[in-house]
């Protein structure tokens, strides 16, 4: 009698709805529950008996976890329940298997509200929909389906059903088939045929079920795709049902039957020595180059190589010997060129490369240097170490002529140009290209030990504030006067002294020196009684980013100077992201923790600027000058500059105008609310002396 007192009081005391109650008891083919903040039943209408098995008598009053949540479940409903209660977070709609009154197991969607009654008290009503059907039908469904794919298990080909315009419906692969699948299998049902492969691909398919349609026949044909483990090829045959306006495709792999036609035709394109390309193919290949080149207008190199003393070797070990080394040297050259690049092998000691979509010359020079310095470590043969060096000659396309014939004709006379040089060298065919290449090796002789010489000297470019017209810093800009070859511009040097690796100790120089710089400026602002402190910006090059003693040089070097890390400024261009390993966000993360700020520099010159900034923890933004030059008279460029310091400000970074050479330039930077400018407007390049007595403001 007491229980049911409760029940009763329980019932009145969170019952409100009574009209939603009484649809709800109208519906049995739907589950409704109601709990208090307790999970207690206070509703179990006719459908919840239906579904569960107990009666509205038996459930009301019980916690839900004891009625009909399984126990792998009981610990996520009641925290659950818990959190929508207390925090407000709703439990969301799912299917779910739960238990009736017998511990079967019953399959459900449910869904969940929340009221609050006129008490201020929370009740959750529960709204479940029996799934017991569909599992059933979906059961039956699996079944035949199983089925299917035993026995389309067996058969190694792919099978697509399509409508007429290529739309895919249904396909099959079996486990040993579906390597072959072009696409993923989730991008196929809806999708079309034609957009899925690549346009040759897909042009093939196009042509040939139009022929099916129109011939009322099957139709087949040969195509290739490469896959992820190569190239792999195929027959397809199509065959149209007309009376359901659909298509089915048939794909076999006949990859194994291609590669027994292909050994017959590499015999006829490539050296059977060391199967690289031969003179036939190379030449053809060059063509192809050619005619991209001339509509892209793009440029090509062609490198001749000849092995210098190979006849020796013959002469001196035999022609087995030589062959092997032929072989070995065929695979180191392999090793160096791209992977767009064309290598091929001439005849006797001769190869040819072939480098497609370069910029410049300078990109066939750095193939030339890394092909020499291949070939630097002994060959080991037979129990012998043998050196051997080459001989390179470069004819470049468009400069040294446009046909196939004529770039290895000039390419081959400027090999003996190399040789004449003293062999293990490269020249290329125009003089004026060989004394682009003495100077680079003139610099690069004189850069060794420069150091050393104290030749480099730090030049700095002050820094200003617009809106109160006062110094706030300073760039870093190294400069190089060389006795022999006098003042040689960064621009010039810098890129050698990055690719022989002396930027790393050069680099550790223009640190080191622009601190002490910066301790003795910022002792001279104290002096005077200046409460601002002066900032360094130092720009950081691809090679030093990936120096993993950087950051511990740094911070070293600021802790001996006495120098906060907020006063140092980091510049980095989008080469050293680009160029830098896959550890760059930690770098940089660090540069951050330790107080230093990173500016990105010569924004808006690169390709991916706005990703880099959104990815990146950057401080400072750097307007590149080729934009700064003409916002006083192109609109265009105005405009860009005010979306980039509205753009940087959004993002918390500082703006600096770099390369402002005019009042009016100054003058509109200000009014676009850009917040410091560099340039020649009020000050050039200084070097220490003339910094420390520089004016800190401007009027």
Not at 70 to 99: C, F, K, M, Y
Not at 128 to 139: C, F, G, N, S, Y
């Amino acid at each position: 009698m007491k229980s049911k007192n409760n029940i009763h009081t329980l019932a009145h005391q969170y019952v409100v709805n009574d009209p939603l109650h009484q649809l709800f008891d109208a519906v049995n083919a739907i589950s409704v529950q109601g709990y208090d903040e307790q999970r207690r039943v206070i509703y179990w209408n006719k459908g919840s008996e239906v579904l569960y098995g107990y009666t509205n008598v038996e459930a009301t009053g019980k916690k839900l976890e004891d009625l009909i949540i399984p126990s792998d479940l009981r610990e996520a409903v009641v925290a659950g329940h818990g959190n929508w209660i207390n925090n407000g977070i709703e439990i969301p709609a799912a299917e779910l298997t739960l238990r009736d009154k017998n511990n079967n197991d019953v399959s459900v969607f449910s869904s969940h509200v929340m009221f609050i009654n006129q008490y201020g008290i929370k009740q959750m009503y529960c709204i479940d929909i029996d799934l017991t059907d569909v599992k059933q039908a979906q059961e039956q469904a699996m079944f035949r389906e199983k089925m299917l794919e035993t026995i389309f298990e067996a058969i190694p080909d792919l099978f697509f059903v399509m409508q007429e315009d290529g739309k895919i419906l249904d396909y099959q692969a079996s486990s040993s088939s579906s390597s072959n699948l072009y696409a993923l299998p989730q991008q196929f049902i809806g999708s079309s045929m034609f957009d899925l492969l690549p346009d040759d691909v897909s042009s093939k398919f196009r042509k040939n079920i139009s022929q099916a349609l129109s011939q009322k026949q099957m139709v087949s044909f040969q195509y290739e795709l490469t896959m992820p483990l190569g190239v792999v090829y195929f027959e397809a045959r199509i065959n149209h049902v007309s009376q359901y306006q659909q298509v089915m495709v048939i794909i076999r792999d006949i990859t194994e039957q291609h590669k027994a036609e292909e050994l017959i035709r590499k015999q006829a394109y490539y050296d059977n020595l060391t199967s690289l390309p031969n003179r036939f193919l190379a030449l053809d290949r060059l063509s192809h180059m050619l005619f991209e080149a001339q509509r892209n207008k793009g440029h090509v190199a062609v490198l001749f190589i000849d092995l210098d003393n190979f006849k020796k070797v013959n002469d001196s070990f035999g022609h087995e010997l030589g062959d092997k080394l032929l072989v070995k040297s065929a695979a180191r050259l392999q090793q160096v060129i791209r992977k767009e690049d064309t290598i091929g092998r001439l005849g006797g000691d001769e190869f040819i490369v072939l480098l497609r979509g370069i910029n410049s010359h300078y990109n066939a020079i750095d193939i030339a240097e890394k092909l020499l310095k291949s070939f630097t470590s002994p060959f080991k043969i037979e129990g012998r170490e043998l050196v051997l060096t080459m001989s390179i000659g470069v004819a470049m396309y468009p400069e040294n002529g446009d046909t196939a014939s004529d770039l290895l004709r000039n390419a081959d006379t400027a090999m003996y140009q190399a040789k004449a040089l003293g062999r293990n060298s490269y020249s290329f065919f125009t003089p004026q290209m060989n004394v682009v290449i003495q100077r680079r090796l003139a610099i690069e002789e004189q850069m060794q030990g420069a150091l050393q010489r104290n030749e480099f000297e730090l030049y700095y470019q002050p820094q200003l504030d617009v809106k109160n017209k006062h110094v706030t810093g300073a760039e870093a800009l190294l400069r190089w006067y060389n006795p022999v070859l006098g003042n040689i511009p960064p621009d010039e040097f810098i890129p050698i002294a990055e690719h022989n690796g002396l930027i790393i100790p050069i680099g550790k120089f223009v640190i080191k020196q622009a601190l002490q710089l910066l301790k003795k400026w910022q002792n001279k602002q104290l002096n005077k009684g200046q409460h601002y402190k002066y900032t360094m910006a130092v720009n950081l090059s691809p090679s030093q980013f990936r120096d993993t003693a950087l950051l511990s040089f740094i911070k070293d070097t600021l802790s001996e100077l006495d120098v906060k890390a907020k006063y140092l400024e980091l510049e980095i261009t989008e080469g050293v992201l680009m160029n830098a390993k896959l550890n760059i966000n930690d770098t940089l993360q660090e540069i951050t923790k330790l107080g230093i700020k990173l500016s990105m520099d010569d924004f808006g010159t690169g390709y991916s600027s706005l990703s880099y900034l959104r990815q990146y923890p950057f401080n400072v933004l750097k307007i590149d000058r080729m934009f700064i030059n003409g916002i006083t008279s192109k609109k265009e460029d105005c405009n860009l500059v005010k979306a980039t310091i509205a753009m940087s400000h959004s993002l918390g970074l500082t703006v600096v105008a770099e390369g402002v050479e005019t009042k009016e330039q100054l003058v509109l930077l200000g009014e676009l609310n850009c917040d410091f400018v560099q340039g020649y407007y009020f000050s050039k390049p200084l070097p220490e002396e003339l910094l420390l007595d520089f004016s800190p403001r401007f009027l």
